[in-house]
Structure formats: C-alpha cells, structure tokens
C-alpha cells in the first residue's frame, strides 16, 4: 500500500516557476514508477512525466525543456519541477505510483488527492 501527498502548488504568472512535490509512505517506494498526471477543468487527466524506478524519465511534449521530474528515494519523495509556465498548465496535477512506467493513467494502482496549480495571463 502506497499513500501519496502532492505539495507545492499555488497561483503564478505566465513565466514563473512551481515546484511540486510528493511525497509517499511505505518502505518500497524506490520500486515504483511515478508519475504526475494533471486535469484541467471540462477535460480529461492527462500524463505530464514520469520517472522509472531506474531513474529513466519520460515527458508529454508540451512540457518538454520546461518541466523536470526527478526523485529522491531516501525522502520518498517525487518532484516536479515546473519552469516557463503558462496559462495553459493550469490543471490540478496528480502524483501517481506503479509497477511499470507508462503514460496510462489506469496502469498507476496509487493516486494523491492533487494539487492545483494557476498560471495567470
């Protein structure tokens, strides 16, 4: 069982910068693939990146060169860090964790309870 609680997110301007955390209980987590999904309003969740338990990371191509996943296994805890923001990132984003490193939502057994972010104009 796997426990995730996303952090760090909050109301910026087109350009800044939000780093999100998460971060998950249990003594496994160097094991699991995570993941950061985001939803914005009136549409469907959306993969954003993901770090393999490897440490191999995969992006959507709309936050390629501005967002970075990273993890830090003696704190349990996955980042995203999110650079040159814009009005259209603004989505409540979700940590995810799971036994393979996929862009498919339904292939991650553990969610946080989200975080949003706002990205004004």
């Known amino acids: 069982q796997v426990q995730l609680v996303e952090s760090g997110g909050g109301l910026v301007q087109a350009g800044g910068s939000l780093r999100l955390s998460c971060a998950a209980s249990?003594?496994?987590?160097?094991?699991?693939?995570m993941a950061w999904f985001r939803q914005a309003p009136g549409k469907e969740r959306e993969f954003v990146a993901a770090?393999?338990?490897?440490?191999?990371?995969y992006y959507v191509d709309s936050v390629k060169g501005r967002f970075t996943i990273s993890r830090d296994n003696a704190k349990n805890t996955v980042y995203l860090q999110m650079n040159s923001l814009a009005p259209e990132d603004t989505a409540v984003y979700f940590c995810?964790?799971?036994?393979?490193?996929?862009?498919?939502?339904?292939?991650?057994?553990?969610w946080g309870q989200g975080t949003q972010v706002t990205v004004s104009s």
């Open positions: 770090i393999s338990s490897g440490g191999s990371t």
């Open positions: 995810a964790a799971g036994r393979g490193t996929t862009v498919v939502a339904p292939n991650y057994g553990y």
């Open positions: 249990g003594r496994a987590f160097s094991t699991y693939a």
